[in-house]
């Protein structure tokens, strides 16, 4: 059953007072690909810096690999400042509240205060080492695909219709099936049929909201066909079970909103959504 947002709401805010109660320790760590960002929810009067730690010790103990999500208060001011210190891979150790063994969530921080790493940390530094090192897949139909730890996903180039695209696969290569090897390759190989009936299926949905609700005045109404013309593939993901997204430049026809069009796994398209 899917949650409401006053829920998901009410579970955020339970975890967090059990963070605020969890002790103080010390927790030097590995900021993961993603880097540092910053967010702040409802009722918050100051920033929440956040970053994800991919390799973490607590205080003097082993090297765990479990993600942890570390945030600190910080100003407005003050988090450009805190994300600029706190790039993808580096590491970083502090003081803080730490919720660990958890069953309702993941490894949670709260830093209380920010310290130097201080001594060499040779086995974080290693696992950082591991991590960075590029991991290639070779997949039938599209060639060389390459994990984006940002994602977790891995992300290659596929010839399209006349040009090239992203081609993006969600979750690890050597976990697919046959069949969905099978589809990958199938729609690579007709790659310009595929193109045609993605953009007709878009303008049949969408080129009636266009004229109706994105026409600046004295612009002419838009056909179907010039509709269709007017997209451009930039993206596509399949994931194992089979079902896909293309993902379409939308011309400027919704101003730089990008279309998206999911394909289930037995094929049959759904409606288009605007994306951005």
Request: glycine residues 8%; proline residues 5%.
């Given at each position: 059953?899917?949650?409401?947002?006053?829920?998901?709401?009410?579970?955020?805010?339970?975890?967090?007072?059990?963070?605020?109660?969890?002790?103080?320790?010390?927790?030097?760590?590995?900021?993961?690909?993603?880097?540092?960002?910053?967010?702040?929810?409802?009722?918050?009067?100051?920033?929440?810096?956040?970053?994800?730690?991919?390799?973490?010790?607590?205080?003097?103990?082993?090297?765990?690999?479990?993600?942890?999500?570390?945030?600190?208060?910080?100003?407005?001011?003050?988090?450009e400042a805190a994300t600029r210190r706190a790039p993808a891979w580096k590491m970083i150790r502090c003081r803080?509240?730490?919720?660990?063994?958890?069953?309702?969530?993941?490894?949670?921080?709260?830093?209380?205060?920010?310290?130097?790493?201080?001594?060499?940390?040779?086995?974080?530094?290693?696992?950082?080492?591991?991590?960075?090192?590029?991991?290639?897949?070779?997949?039938?139909?599209?060639?060389?695909?390459?994990?984006?730890?940002?994602?977790?996903?891995?992300?290659?180039?596929?010839?399209?219709?006349?040009?090239?695209?992203?081609?993006?696969?969600?979750?690890?290569?050597?976990?697919?099936?046959?069949?969905?090897?099978?589809?990958?390759?199938?729609?690579?190989?007709?790659?310009?049929?595929?193109?045609?009936?993605?953009?007709?299926?878009?303008?049949?949905?969408?080129?009636?909201?266009?004229?109706?609700?994105?026409?600046?005045?004295?612009?002419?109404?838009?056909?179907?066909?010039?509709?269709?013309?007017?997209?451009?593939?930039?993206?596509?993901?399949?994931?194992?079970?089979?079902?896909?997204?293309?993902?379409?430049?939308?011309?400027?026809?919704?101003?730089?909103?990008?279309?998206?069009?999911?394909?289930?796994?037995?094929?049959?398209?759904?409606?288009?959504?605007?994306?951005?």
């Open positions: 059953m899917n949650k409401s947002i006053e829920q998901i709401e009410a579970e955020r805010i339970a975890i967090e007072k059990r963070v605020a109660k969890a002790p103080i320790v010390t927790i030097t760590g590995i900021i993961d690909a993603s880097g540092s960002g910053g967010c702040r929810h409802q009722g918050d009067r100051m920033w929440r810096f956040v970053a994800h730690l991919c390799a973490w010790r607590c205080e003097d103990g082993p090297v765990r690999t479990q993600r942890l999500r570390l945030e600190r208060w910080v100003s407005e001011k003050g988090l803080a509240r730490l919720l660990d063994a958890d069953p309702s969530t993941e490894p949670r921080a709260l830093a209380i205060r920010m310290m130097p790493p201080g001594r060499p940390h040779a086995d974080l530094d290693a696992v950082r080492d591991a991590l960075q090192t590029p991991v290639h897949r070779r997949v039938p139909g599209i060639g060389r695909v390459t994990l984006d730890r940002r994602i977790d996903m891995w992300t290659g180039r596929a010839k399209w219709a006349g040009g090239k695209v992203e081609v993006v696969l969600g979750g690890d290569p050597k976990a697919y099936s046959t069949k969905t090897f099978e589809l990958i390759q199938s729609v690579a190989a007709t790659a310009a049929t595929w193109d045609a009936r993605l953009k007709r299926h878009a303008a049949k949905h969408l080129v009636k909201l266009k004229n109706e609700a994105w026409r600046e005045d004295g612009v002419k109404p838009i056909t179907s066909k010039l509709f269709a013309q007017r997209l451009k593939l930039q993206n596509w993901l399949t994931r194992a079970d089979r079902s896909m997204e293309f993902s379409f430049d939308d011309g400027d026809l919704f101003f730089g909103h990008e279309i998206v069009v999911s394909v289930d796994p037995k094929g049959r398209l759904g409606e288009p959504e605007l994306h951005g």
